[in-house]
């Protein structure tokens, strides 16, 4: 394996295709207009918070990488990127959250009704883009992805009892939430590739989404929040069980794990008490554990890369790698 | 037009494509299965609570009526009443509904969380069948129609505002919620026989649509609940405003229309104000205009068959006209 790239940002990923990334944002604008008017406003909050476009990256990078051009790429990166919007619109209906990004979600905005329908407005619009492009292969590769992750939402739902929750499991949930639309990015990037380029970048993509998920996770029991300068601990907070939890319980004590258990039964744990199962789930060495595996799952993602011929567009995937593994939120 | 048939019911309707239906009802359980336990579940009170196929039905007959078969009929009809249970559930969602057809709903039984997660799980099985077809068209239907809905779903939201709710925006609303998906499901039936054939069904179910929604509208301020022997109001009870509303209150003196007006902002208003807006509906006229204009409707769907083949099936989908427009609840 190559020596990771120091201080990779998302600019510099997104430097070589930034013009056909403004493409796919008009894509998306001219998709979601409507001339009902509560439909338009909630557009307009949504295209403020919107994200970092990382999705529609990876898209563009993997079809560039590829070897095989798609003029398609830029409305399928649409796709992709309003079929992630709809899921964040359902996930905070569903988790109740009131901010995103530091920005308040339509839930929090409108009302819970408004989010429910805005998601399927989102999805449906995603649809019938698909069909636009008179091509079977995307609109398969979309219904099961889409299929997918609402499994993965409901494995979520079951994350709570953290006694039955395996790790196991674990990898299935964060394979269907998160895994399956970044993969799908990549494959989508490679429908006029080979397929052994396509099935490369597939798994690429797989791996880069659940090494991109336990970061997420690790980051809810490392990165000091700026206000209290402690841990956030809010999976904890909301009784969601991920990696680090998983592998220190087989670890701990009896009396530590009581702890743990009494936490989960908590309605609304206080500080101390998440502060308390943090170390706890550090000295069981659960967080480095799930660093090591972020990192294994790096190396499989830059494996994958490998099967590919070389291009500026492959070393900025691998990029991506290290810039999954070193973000902050 | 010719003598409507007297007492049609849906057995009637049915009658002949009643061993076509049990592959359709096998369809839709294949469809569905997963061997996630709580989808298992969810999945077996949605068929428990299955309905009366009554759009599966319509696309059945319109496939025979069309004159050209269509091998993928039983397999369109589980898509169009996926799709249908999927509204269902959000539906019920995003009204907070505990009830339908006397059966609890999944929000009522599981939660929230649960019913926009298997809405969205629905949907994409939905999908999922579709992209089998391997043919665009069907799925250029549903991503339209999917939308449509979406779209109507946003005007029921806006529907709560009688003074400013026109006929002109009620019948877009009817359009979208409801007779998007009878018409698409006439229109899947003919997806084989010829443009004129296609275009007379797709009309024939917007029409019969919009009369289905509107005597279901009418039902709420005439058909007598068997405790309380009174119309139940549960749309004025829900601030929702509907056609014979609509019509009334360009009609009611201005003393009637501040009845109306403090109704609307009652939070939960009684039976007495309730029973007073229906009696003060029916004194304008609102009951008479809303059947008749399902009356005119029916005629236009009644016509629109006449350019099809003389069939039995065209002679039921004529019969299902009346089962609209007589039917109870």
Chains 1, 2 share one sequence.
């Not at 894509?27 to 207009?33: G, N, T």
């Not at 909630?42 to 798609?70: C, I, W, Y």
């Not at 992750?149 to 079951?158: K, P």
């Not at 209290?228 to 809010?234: A, L, M, R, V």
Request: aromatic share 4%; net charge negative; with cysteine.
């Amino acid at each position: 394996m190559r020596t990771p790239a120091a201080g990779v940002t998302l600019a510099s990923l997104q430097a070589g295709v930034q013009p056909r990334l403004e493409k796919v944002k008009h894509e998306l604008r001219r998709s979601v207009a409507s001339d009902f008017p509560l439909i338009s406003e909630v557009n307009g909050h949504l295209l403020q918070m919107q994200g970092k476009m990382f999705r529609p990256t990876l898209l563009l990078l993997a079809e560039e990488a590829s070897g095989a051009q798609d003029p398609r790429a830029e409305r399928l990166a649409a796709v992709i990127e309003l079929t992630h919007l709809a899921t964040l619109v359902h996930d905070d209906s569903v988790d109740h959250s009131v901010l995103r990004r530091g920005m308040p979600t339509i839930n929090a905005l409108f009302s819970h009704q408004v989010s429910v329908i805005m998601g399927d407005y989102l999805y449906s619009r995603a649809m019938v883009e698909l069909t636009r492009l008179d091509d079977l292969e995307p609109m398969r590769v979309m219904a099961r992805v889409t299929n997918e992750m609402t499994v993965g939402e409901m494995r979520q739902l079951m994350a709570h009892e953290p006694l039955d929750f395996s790790e196991y499991e674990y990898d299935l949930l964060i394979k269907a939430k998160t895994a399956s639309l970044l993969s799908a990015a990549c494959e989508l990037g490679a429908l006029r590739a080979g397929a052994r380029e396509r099935d490369a970048l597939r798994r690429f993509g797989e791996q880069l989404g659940m090494a991109f998920q336990i970061v997420d996770d690790l980051l809810d029991y490392t990165e000091q929040e700026t206000v209290t300068g402690k841990p956030s601990g809010n999976d904890l907070r909301e009784h969601k069980v991920t990696l680090p939890l998983i592998y220190a319980l087989d670890r701990l004590t009896p009396a530590a794990r009581a702890e743990v258990a009494t936490l989960m039964k908590t309605a609304e744990p206080d500080d101390t008490q998440i502060s308390r199962v943090i170390a706890l789930v550090a000295e069981a060495g659960g967080l480095d554990y799930a660093r090591g595996r972020g990192q294994r799952l790096a190396e499989g993602a830059d494996q994958a890369l490998d099967e590919l011929p070389p291009s500026p567009a492959r070393e900025t995937l691998r990029d991506s790698i290290t810039y999954v593994l070193d973000r902050r939120r």
